[in-house]
Every structure is written in structure tokens, then in C-alpha cells.
């Protein structure tokens, strides 16, 4: 079945240190990729999102492109902040399928 | 619009006890989702509704029932509330499927004792 393999963390950086998180999946189909972030204390906020080959997701210095060839769907960002410290969710979605798969999430604490 | 809102916030069991909780959005989504989430183990899916009236297990059912109650409510329910069921419980809901995002509630953190 579909599924999501991330890094493990935690992952420990310094204030405008290079960010990348790796995400790849396995799927039958053709599914849309998503990243979630998910602060203290919070439930999980869509960050970005891609839904074909190719595509690069962005929001807040955040990307990820959509590898089809590589099954990746990594996340970047060039200079991390102390706020974008909390927990990152990459999943996916088939069309024909009403349910998400997520994977178990990668921790990262961005120090001053 | 208050989006996806989930009572109570936290709540605290004594082993056998029985709640339910309450999950509501306002987006006229057709879709809604119970999940757990615990340490390392990312999110599992327990239940679902596609539309309402329809409602399907998920990755972890057992011990758990839910409620399509209408459009707007999808209230998961713990008969016999085990310490194994100690866990942060997300709702979400979703427009539709596949390219469509999940939007989630701020989850009910619930320990049994």
C-alpha cells in the first residue's frame, strides 16, 4: 500500500542554518504531496503542497519540489528561523482514495 | 469561520470508563477523519466518513466507534477506555479527495489512568 518514509530527527540547527528534511513515498498511482508543520501544542497546519510531477510547492521561504523519477518530495528552506522550530509532516493522497498517509514526523529546534 | 473545533481539550479517564468526543467544522467539507497521534509514531488513521452517512475503519479501529451525526459533527466514542488509548486525538475534515488538503483541529489530549 501507500506510505511515507521521512528523516528521522530530531534535527538541531542554528539560526540561518540550510534546512533539508527528506521525504520519499511509495504509491500505485499518481499522488498529490503535501507538507504539514505542526507547532507546540497545535494540530497540524498545511505548509505546502504539490500535485503533479514536476511541481515545486513554497510558503514561508519553504519548498519542495516533486520528484516522480527520485518518488521524493524533500523540504528546504535557505535560512531557518528560531519560530520554525517544531514538527514537520510529510504525506500523501491518491485521487482515487479518501484517506492521507503521513509520515511520523521529523522534529527540528532551531537555536538562537 | 472557526474551522475545525474539538471538546474538550483535555480530559483525564479511569480505565473502563466510557467518553465521547466532539469534533465540528463550518467549511462544508464532506469528508472528516479521527486520528491518534503518538510519540514516533506519527498519525494513524482510526476512522472516517467520506460523505455523510457513510462512515469507514481506518488503521487502528479497535476499541473506538464514531458518529457521522450530520454534515458538520463527527464524534469518535471510547466505550471502555483502556490505558493503550492515552493519546493526542486530531479531527480533520476535507473538501473532496486526492489534490485537496486536510484542515485539523487543535486536538483532545486524553490520558487514562
Known amino acids: 500500500g501507500d506510505s511515507v518514509t521521512q528523516m528521522e530527527g530530531p534535527v538541531t540547527l542554528s539560526e540561518e542554518a540550510f534546512l533539508t528534511i527528506n521525504c520519499t513515498y511509495t504509491a500505485t498511482g499518481y499522488p498529490s504531496l503535501f507538507w504539514y508543520v505542526q507547532y507546540p501544542g497545535e494540530g497540524l497546519q498545511l505548509l505546502l503542497k504539490a500535485t503533479k510531477a514536476d511541481d515545486k510547492g513554497s510558503n514561508k521561504g519553504f519548498e519542495a519540489t516533486y520528484r516522480k523519477e527520485t518518488t521524493s518530495f524533500h523540504l528546504e528552506k535557505g535560512s531557518v528561523q528560531v519560530s520554525d522550530s517544531a514538527v514537520y509532516f510529510c504525506?500523501?493522497?491518491?485521487?482515487?482514495?479518501?484517506?492521507?498517509?503521513f509520515g511520523a514526523g521529523t522534529r527540528l529546534t532551531v537555536k538562537p | 469561520n472557526a474551522g475545525v473545533t474539538q471538546t474538550p481539550k483535555f480530559q483525564v479517564l479511569k480505565t473502563g470508563q466510557s467518553m465521547t468526543l466532539q469534533c465540528a467544522q463550518d467549511m462544508n467539507h464532506n469528508s472528516m477523519y479521527w486520528y491518534r497521534q503518538d510519540p514516533g509514531m506519527g498519525l494513524r488513521l482510526i476512522y472516517y466518513s467520506a460523505s455523510e452517512g457513510t462512515t469507514d475503519k481506518g488503521e487502528v479501529p479497535n476499541g473506538y466507534n464514531v458518529s457521522r451525526l450530520n454534515k458538520r459533527e463527527f464524534s469518535l466514542r471510547l466505550e471502555s477506555a483502556a490505558p493503550s488509548q492515552t493519546s493526542v486525538y486530531f479531527c480533520?475534515?476535507?473538501?473532496?479527495?486526492?489534490?485537496?488538503?486536510?484542515?485539523f483541529g487543535p486536538g483532545t489530549r486524553l490520558t487514562v489512568l
Open positions: 504525506a500523501l493522497s491518491e485521487a482515487a482514495n479518501n484517506d492521507m498517509r
Open positions: 480533520a475534515s476535507r473538501r473532496g479527495q486526492g489534490a485537496n488538503e486536510q484542515f
